[in-house]
């Protein structure tokens, strides 16, 4: 008989035992080549997502606080040698509320894109587009669900109006934000293929974008910018579709087609002859833009004009015409040979104009003060005053044009535009009295300084975050251009925070995400697999001692064991394809199950993202190889004894062969199961201490302690008896630790149980609920109640007097409520809701002393946040989930932000918060964050909490600040969505778990239906002598209920021990109730297999066996 047909009968002969070996191995191979196609298809979902998100867009110009000319996109398309194959669209991009006229329809927090017609270019699919030619609005498809808006319905759109600079800069206009408002028709959603959910942030939130036609909210959102003849078509965003090709045109375009007034800088003609000044238009000059400039030409004359209260005598005074002159501009100029001043001038000295010098009837020689405002925190106002003697008595300037400004003054939003003085809104209180030779000299000579004064002295009272200069003088036309020229030269768009983000590239990067499901799933479904595996090896073991026999016989006939070998190899070698194969086509059925879990009760998982079944080939083919390999492995394993009995052996023993072990194998073998107890002790006590001294997450000490505390037990149940030798049944000792002759299979059996019930136990005791709302600063709250974010940014501090005028509140309601208030940097989410890898997390500034003693840290506290002095890196504090997995860092790691001139900073991971609310972005301090990004004020987010009303004061707020998009959240529910995140993986965990432990019930239903089979002639044997079958089946029962008892009782203590630390220190709640429930359902379901199995194997009598005997 040849080779080949042997084995083929073989298997035919043998096939009811191996098919319990192949479906054992379909489940590992199932498992194995599932979790990487649910892997894949997760990728796949999460890339579709993404490109339909950034459309054909590759790259992004992105302007982070300022405004550039919207035509920079026809300038660099008709750049000379630029591709014409590139896309480029012009985008502003700002954030808003939308509701309806009667209030019944509210949106806050709505992305809000001026688009025109070339923004449709970056679509992937040939559908019928919108026609922008109409005022109106089109929405994204989450928020039109939302909005349930009927076409042609009105909506009410609220912006920001922009600001000349940033509205917590001293003189910059109203204290509170103004708005601009539309009125226009819903014209319907743009769909998915119409770039409906473009978006710059990869996030699982919903896109609650609205898109609006450029040209209407330019015409109204720069009104202020449009005095001295500026235009009003202004945005801040460039998209770009290069395709395949590389940017660097583009940027050498971008770069060559920049002007200074992209760059908001302005070299302007003055009154005075052959003078020249470069001004800012957002009134300060920043330091990079000085610096640049002075090495250009180094002759620049700096110079800082000011809005004081007063200027007026000491008091005391009487020889005055009056008591002081209120509010007027005070120049500070630097020191030249041909200056206004002179080289010589003295800080402590001033000059006043002959108005002014008449008006107190001052003289050289007197002394005078200036009264001024600075800006302290939180925009607070803070008067302060500063005596001067005067030096000089300046001639009067020219009169002003009506519309035009005085040569030393640049353009205050809120003052230069005012006709009158009445119509002043600088932002400041008017305290003192305009009188009527104030509004003549406004009428006359407009902003024209009153007093001059050194730069050094005026930067010593006025310089801010912003800048210290409002204008650099230059004396002849030459210079100017070439300035104007060298400017360029010097300057990049990046200099001015033109950020280029490579979106595409971007998108790419983050598909990759914090969590790997295919690892996870894999990880989860290990001891599913090893299970599978575990099972399919015992039965094959069985199989395999059937043929003992046969393998024999075969060696008595001459084979040789080489012969012998190769044909059982290549039987598991089928048996392993077979089964492989099976897994591979259940894998099928198990990806599906799992995503529909995914999209439905776990879907917790993946922020209900509706995930598609997309599998590689790359995948399965992997899948399905590893598969074969580890079965394989497994089989070859068990088949490795087989051959090392002697042919008379097998012949004569049968299925029944077991060879004792050599004494000094077992000597040996003894002092090795002695070495590993000690080992296991050790490392149980070690990872004890070591959890409790270094505080240790609760996961990595569960596992460590509860699997020492399963190898110590196995060991202690079965490792004497491999040592041991002969067994005294008269000792209960020994009759315990005798669970059965057939120690290896009792072994396997017991470890499936004992280590799924551990799994599963503390699985369910990692649950967590959301903590309850309290005032504890230490908690997972910090004591706060709710988490409030705006659409718009609010100035002022809520519980100011400022704020309660401004916003109308009724104060009484706010008597033992904090609130902390927070700047942000947008980034992407880095919490545990987002399945995108996070790039750049929010950055956040915040307010150290309110949080002090708030939160519980794993590393540092909050005073870690301040910084050495001479340091350029930003320290930050980061939630632990946020660390560990969306960022998948270190403490000390750090992460480069780009700041509000375009320059890259670094920010340290210097504290580490245990599992808060916080989760999601970095926190540094608020100064710092300052003056990282001057040009962004006001605040959008704050917390909420105390020991007040506070769920009154939640509702007040939300009531008065419904035009900034207050939106308002519990820190509880925040916390459950989080939790949810996390007990939905235990979940996934626990159900995989779950699935091991009912293979290990197959396995102990196999086991003893094998078992009674061996003993079938010791059955007839008690039968013979007078034993009645429900009698032999009770004993079947009683000696075979202890494999029930070990497993179920060493996974329970594993996993209550492993606990131990945790519940000690209140980490875990682990919830009696749970455990019992779930050890007597796994002890009823054993039971069930125990009791069919007994019934199945001795269901007849077996007086036949006697002749075997």
Known sequence: ??????????????????????????????????????????????????????????????????????????????????????????????????????????????????????????????????????????????????????????????????????????LSGERDARFVSWNRPYLGELSHGAMGNFSLRASMEPVRTIFVPLSMIQEDMFVSFSADGERTDFTNLLLVGAGEKPIDPMMDAMERCWTLADAGLQIKKLRSPNAWNLRSRSVFLSDRVVHTARQINPTLQGELTYLVNSIGRPEGREDTNSSLIPYSMVTGVELHPDGILGPDWEDTKIALNQWAAKDQNLSVGDRISL?????????????????????????????IPPG???????????????????????????????????????????????????????????????????????????????????????????????????????????????????????????????????????LFGFSLEQRNRQVGMLLSLGYTPGRVNLIISVEAILVCLLGTLMGLGWSWFFGHAVLWMLNGAWGGAVSKLDIFYLPSMDSIITGTCASFLVALVSLLWVLRRQLKSRPIELIQAGEFLEKPSSPTKIKYRKWGWIGTKILVWTMLIGTVFYSWFFDLPAGPTFFGCGAMVLLGGMIRLFGNQAVAGPIDIRKKKDLLLH?????????????????????????????????????????????????????????????????????????????????????????????????????????????????????????????????????????????????????????????????????????????????????????????????????????????????????????????????????????????????????????????????????????????????????????????????????LQNIAMNENKRVIWAGLVLGLVAGLFGLIPAMVEQKQNLSPISVLGFGASLLAFSYLSLFLAVQIGLKQQSFDALRDE
């Open 739 to 1031: 669970l059965d002759y057939r120690r290896g299979r009792k072994m396997t059996v017991v470890g499936m149980l004992a280590v799924g019930t551990f799994l599963v136990v503390g699985a369910g005791a990692f649950r967590q609920s959301p903590p309850e709302q309290s005032n504890d600063f230490q908690s997972a709250t910090g004591g706060f109640s709710y988490i409030m974010k705006t659409s718009l940014p609010l100035y002022d501090d809520l519980l100011s007097k400022d704020a309660s005028e401004l916003f109308d509140f009724n104060t009484h309601l706010f008597e033992d409520v904090s609130i902390v208030p927070l700047r942000s940097q947008d980034g992407d989410d880095a919490s545990c809701l987002n399945l995108y890898q996070s790039k750049q997390p929010p950055l956040l500034g915040i307010p150290v002393d309110q949080v002090k003693g708030r939160f519980i840290f794993i590393d540092g506290n909050w005073t870690s946040l301040k910084k050495p002095e001479h340091s350029d890196v930003l320290l930050a504090a980061v939630d632990q989930s946020t660390l560990m997995w969306s960022l998948k860092k270190r403490i000390g790691d750090r992460i480069t932000y780009m700041d509000g001139e375009g320059q890259g900073f670094e920010v340290e991971l210097a504290a580490v918060i245990k599992g808060s609310f916080l989760q999601g972005g970095l926190y540094i301090s608020e100064k710092d964050w300052q003056k990282k990004f001057p040009s962004k004020g006001g605040y959008k987010e704050f917390w909420i909490g105390g020991s007040g009303m506070v769920d009154s004061v939640v509702g007040h707020l939300k009531e008065r600040l419904l035009n900034y998009g207050a939106r308002v959240q519990s820190t509880h529910e925040r916390m459950g969505q989080f939790r949810m995140v996390e007990n939905t993986y235990l979940s996934i965990f626990q159900a995989l778990g779950g699935m091991g432990v009912l293979l290990g019930t197959i396995g102990l239903f196999v086991l003893v239906l094998r078992n009674l089979w061996e003993r079938r002639q010791e059955q007839a044997i008690l039968e013979a002598i007078g034993f009645s079958l429900a009698h």
């Open 1 to 170: 008989m040849s080779i080949w047909r042997m084995i083929f009968a073989n298997l035919s002969y043998s096939r009811r035992q191996h098919l319990g070996t192949c479906l054992g191995l379909a489940l590992a191979s199932m498992i194995l080549v599932g979790s990487l196609t649910i892997g894949d298809s997760v990728r796949a979902t999460l890339s579709y997502k993404a490109k339909e998100r950034i459309g054909l867009v590759t790259h992004v110009f992105l302007s982070g606080h300022g405004y550039f000319h919207s035509d920079l996109a026809d300038r660099v398309l008709k750049t000379e040698g630029f591709d014409s194959d590139i896309k480029v669209a012009p985008v502003l991009m700002t954030m808003g509320t939308l509701s309806s006229p009667d209030g019944k329809t509210h949106a806050s927090g709505i992305t809000v894109l001026g688009i025109d017609q070339r923004f449709f270019d970056f679509s992937r699919d040939s559908l019928p587009l919108p026609d922008l030619i109409t005022a109106g609005y089109w929405a994204s498809p989450d928020l039109a669900a939302e909005l349930e808006t009927e076409v042609g319905d009105r909506l009410v759109l609220r912006v920001e109006e922009p600001s000349l600079f940033s509205r917590d800069a001293p």
């Open 404 to 538: 035009e400004e005085s040569d030393w003054t640049p353009r205050f939003p809120g003052l230069s535009d005012a006709e009158n003085c009445g119509e002043w809104d600088t932002g400041i209180p008017i305290k003192h009295k305009i009188r009527p030779k104030d509004e003549t000299y406004w009428d006359e000579y407009r902003g024209s300084p009153k007093a001059f004064l050194s730069l050094q002295a005026a930067q010593e009272m006025w310089g801010t975050r912003w800048g210290n200069l409002t204008g650099l003088r230059i004396n002849g036309e030459k210079k100017a251009e070439d300035l104007n020229q060298q400017l360029l030269n010097n300057l990049s768009p990046s200099n001015f925070g033109i950020q280029r983000l490579d979106l595409m590239k971007d998108a790419e990067a983050a598909i990759s995400g914090p969590v790997d499901f295919s690892q996870l799933f894999l990880s989860f479904g290990l001891f599913v697999v090893l299970a599978g595996l575990s099972l399919s090896a015992l």
């Open 371 to 399: 009264e001024y405002y600075v800006v302290g925190e939180r925009r607070e106002l803070i008067e302060k005053k500063r005596y001067f003697e005067v030096g000089k008595i300046l001639p009067m300037p020219e009169k």
